[in-house]
């Protein structure tokens, strides 16, 4: 007797859970009523229609932001996409550096190929120093330091 192995075929599509929504949206949405409740309950020194109408939208932003897909995408990955949009810089110049000639030294070590080695200011000063910890010794608080 033979097996047969069910091969899933819908692996872009994503699972439904309840009256068709897909657990991302299920929570938007739960999130949403929840704020909305929250907002509903705790604003008591609002008056009742204002109370009703902010709770009102507030689910409505809850049911857009879970349900309205433009262009087969939730609304907070266009959010994103704009926000990013928005910060990066939209205009690319390409300029040339110049190689700082007292950066860098060409190592004598070998003879056919020319290696830099850089300079490291930092690695100097600590190595002229007898302390281990470089300038780090001395703590801030000392009495030197206060007077």
Do not use: K, N
């Not at 004598?108 to 910890?133: F, I, K, N, R």
């Amino acid at each position: 007797m033979t097996r047969v192995y069910e091969i899933p075929t819908h692996l872009q599509v994503e699972d439904v859970l309840i009256a068709g929504l897909t657990p991302r949206q299920l929570l938007r949405l739960l999130a949403g009523a929840s704020i909305a409740y929250g907002l509903w309950d705790q604003a008591i020194l609002l008056p009742l229609g204002a109370r009703a109408v902010a709770a009102g939208l507030v689910a409505l932003c809850a049911v857009v932001v879970a349900l309205f897909q433009p262009g087969g995408r939730p609304i907070d990955q266009w959010i994103f996409a704009a926000v990013f949009y928005a910060l990066l810089p939209h205009r690319w110049i390409w300029r040339t550096t110049e190689i700082d000639s007292d950066a860098s030294e060409i190592s004598e070590a070998s003879t056919d190929w020319a290696d830099l080695a850089p300079v490291l200011g930092w690695g100097q000063q600590v190595a002229q120093t007898d302390d281990p910890v470089g300038d780090y010794g001395q703590s801030w608080w000392t009495e030197d330091r206060l007077a």
